[in-house]
Nanobody, 120 residues
Framework: QVQLVESGGGLVQAGDSLTLSCAAS????????MGWFRQARGKEREFVAA????????SHSDSVKGRFTISKDNAKNTVYLQMSSLKPEDTAVYFC?????????????WGQGTQVTVSS
């Protein structure tokens, strides 16, 4: 059974940092793209960042570029999202996802989400 399990969410103040983790299990993900999406209340889900577990190539949305960094630990089948200079508008449920192809188009697997709340 494939599982993506996120952790690390919480309540922080504006300007703080937070790191999210996504642990993948149940199959080999070495050639997958894994990424993070977020969905704020009343808004559509949006792409945040992605990384190819084979090449290490990353991409980040313009809204988080320079503040968020996605990274991986292949030995642990884990992907991280390091978030710094957090803003209230970063408040959302953050989801981990995995896709063989373009993760922005569609993902085969999703985690259950972890809440990040940034107070002003």
């Amino acid at each position: 059974q494939v599982q993506l399990v996120e952790s690390g969410g919480g309540l922080v103040q504006a300007g703080d940092s937070l790191t999210l983790s996504c642990a993948a299990s149940g199959r080999t993900f070495s050639h997958y793209n894994m990424g993070w999406f977020r969905q704020a209340r009343g808004k559509e889900r949006e792409f945040v960042a992605a990384i190819n577990l084979n090449s290490g190539i990353t991409s980040h949305s313009d809204s988080v570029k320079g503040r968020f960094t996605i990274s991986k630990d292949n030995a642990k089948n884990t992907v991280y999202l390091q978030m710094s200079s957090l803003k209230p508008e970063d408040t959302a449920v953050y989801f981990c996802a995995a896709a063989l192809e373009n993760i922005r188009v569609g993902a085969e697997y999703w985690g259950q989400g972890t809440q990040v709340t940034v107070s002003s």
